[in-house]
Structure formats: structure tokens, C-alpha cells
């Protein structure tokens, strides 16, 4: 099995962020929210709010966008073009996607994909994240809850903070746009 990041690694952009301007156009109300936002950013940057309270901020807005499964499934309708080429040329059915964003949105992407999805548990109806962000070391808890000791043999993602993954899996892969570089190899870090 290989897992993937999602956000910049196959996906071209943050589909958080690109999701909440796609909702953002189609109800403008949104931009009332967009101060609290901006306000968690300022605090997250001055290392007053942790990651994972950020991100509760910030994936909060599902709350106000009406008739949810539309808006995700036409968001998917006008964005997935955004999956990579690389990725699509190499994608296996038994690919698992491990994903910090909130699983309702990464999910639909992984159906159209035909893989499988681990994602943060955000409750799409409250907006409420259910335990912790499937982020950083967290990120092979979540994968342990859903696939036991099944080893992962590549793991690809375009952020340092998926380190564990790299070495969790038998193989690493750093992501910078298009561009793939092996990082570990059975947990050990390549030269380059």
C-alpha cells in the first residue's frame, strides 16, 4: 500500500482554503467570518493558539453553509482537474490518502479517486473536530486505528511536519510541486 499526503502533494493548493473561497463566492455572508479567521492566524503566528485549535477555527465556517453535500460535491465538479498528473499515472486502488484536512471534503475527492481516505474527523453538520487533527506523529496513529500493522511501503507529502509518516513508511517522498525526491529509505535519511 502507498500513502499519500493530500493538501500540495496530489492536490495543487489547499482544499480547505480553496473550499472555503469557493463557498466564500457563493455566499457572500462568509466574509462576516473572515475576521475571526484572520484574527486565529495572528494568534497562531505569535504561538498563542496550537495547531490543532487553528485548524478547529478555521474549518469552523461549515457551519454556516446550507445543503453541505451540494456545496462539497460541486466543489469536487470544478476542482478535482487540481489531482496531479504524477499522481494519476501512478494510482493504485489500494492507495490510502492520510490527510490533515477535514475528512467530509477529502473523502469525496478519494471516491472519485477510487483510495481510501484517513482524514481529521470534522463533524460536516457542527464543524466540530473530534479528537485531534490527523497532523504530524498523529498522523500513524490514525493510520494504525484504521489499517493495524499493514506496512505502508511509500509515503509522499510535501511538508517536514509528515516526517513521521517518511519514516514510518519504507519509503519517503518529499513533494515540491511536481518535482520527487527520495527523502528516507527504511527510515533512515538519504544523502542528497
Not at 489547499?14 to 494568534?43: D, H
Not at 496531479?84 to 490533515?100: N, T
Request: charged fraction near 30%.
Amino acid at each position: 500500500m502507498n500513502g499519500y499526503d493530500f493538501d500540495d502533494t496530489i492536490f495543487k493548493g489547499n482544499s480547505l482554503r480553496r473550499f472555503f473561497f469557493y463557498c466564500l463566492i457563493r455566499l457572500p455572508y462568509l466574509a462576516l467570518y473572515m475576521p475571526v479567521q484572520f484574527f486565529a492566524a495572528i494568534l497562531r503566528g505569535l504561538r498563542i493558539l496550537n495547531k490543532h485549535n487553528f485548524l478547529c477555527v478555521l474549518e469552523w465556517f461549515i457551519v454556516f453553509v446550507p445543503k453541505k453535500d451540494k456545496f462539497i460535491k460541486s466543489f469536487w465538479d470544478k476542482n478535482f482537474k487540481r489531482i496531479k498528473s504524477w499522481y494519476l499515472k501512478q494510482k493504485r486502488g489500494d492507495d490510502v490518502i492520510v490527510s490533515a484536512s477535514p475528512e467530509y471534503l477529502v473523502r469525496a475527492a478519494c471516491e472519485r479517486l477510487g483510495v481510501r481516505c484517513v482524514a481529521s474527523d470534522v463533524d460536516v453538520k457542527t464543524g466540530r473536530t473530534n479528537g485531534r487533527h490527523c497532523h504530524g506523529k498523529s498522523k500513524i496513529d490514525f493510520y494504525r486505528r484504521r489499517f493495524g500493522n499493514e506496512p505502508l511501503l511509500t509515503y509522499y507529502s510535501d511538508s517536514m511536519t509528515d516526517e513521521p509518516m517518511f519514516r514510518f513508511a519504507f519509503k519517503g517522498f518529499f513533494v515540491k510541486g511536481d518535482k520527487i525526491t527520495l527523502l528516507y529509505n527504511e527510515g533512515e535519511k538519504v544523502k542528497i
